[in-house]
């Protein structure tokens, strides 16, 4: 396997998004990062988030019609995705390593890992629509 290249800028994305809880998208991590690598592009930060999630060191997730979102937290845990502000969390519950095995019964394959992502409306975006609804 060919060795990588150290990279400041690769380095400056991946603790970016480890400092951070939010799952940006790669257009705020490009906008965080502009401030210490000015002439930095956007195809730059793609390609290097492309190459950290390739290498396991972020995740990416992919939401319905919206733009991908990045972790930092490569831990197995799950995510909720709010469909009305399209804000994503980490939802604080164990991962359930039992639901590999029940699906692997039904797989063509071998299960590996699963990721699950449960959508809705966040607590925000519920509290909006009731003040609306009683005003």
């Known amino acids: ?5 150290f ?3 690769r ?3 991946k603790s970016c998004l480890m400092a951070r809880n939010d ?3 790669a257009d705020a991590i490009y906008a965080s990062i502009r401030e210490e690598f000015p002439n930095i592009s956007l195809g730059t930060v793609y390609r290097n ?7 396991g060191e972020v995740r990416r997730l992919r939401c319905d019609n919206g733009p991908d979102h990045f972790d930092g937290d490569t831990s197995p845990h799950y995510h ?4 009305k502000c399209g ?4 939802m604080p519950m164990s991962h359930m390593d039992e639901l590999n095995v029940l699906a692997d019964r039904y797989c063509p394959g071998q299960i590996e890992d699963h990721t699950m992502l449960f959508y809705g409306r966040c607590s925000s975006c ?3 629509e009731n003040f609306r609804k009683s005003s």
Do not use: A, G
């Open 49 to 55: 988030l492309n190459l950290l999630v390739d290498l």
């Open 80 to 83: 909720f995705i709010c469909r």
């Open 7 to 9: 990279s400041r800028q």
């Open 23 to 25: 799952h940006p998208t």
């Open 1 to 5: 396997m060919k060795t990588l290249k």
């Open 11 to 13: 380095e400056s994305i």
């Open 87 to 90: 804000r994503v969390m980490d």
């Open 126 to 128: 519920k509290e909006e």
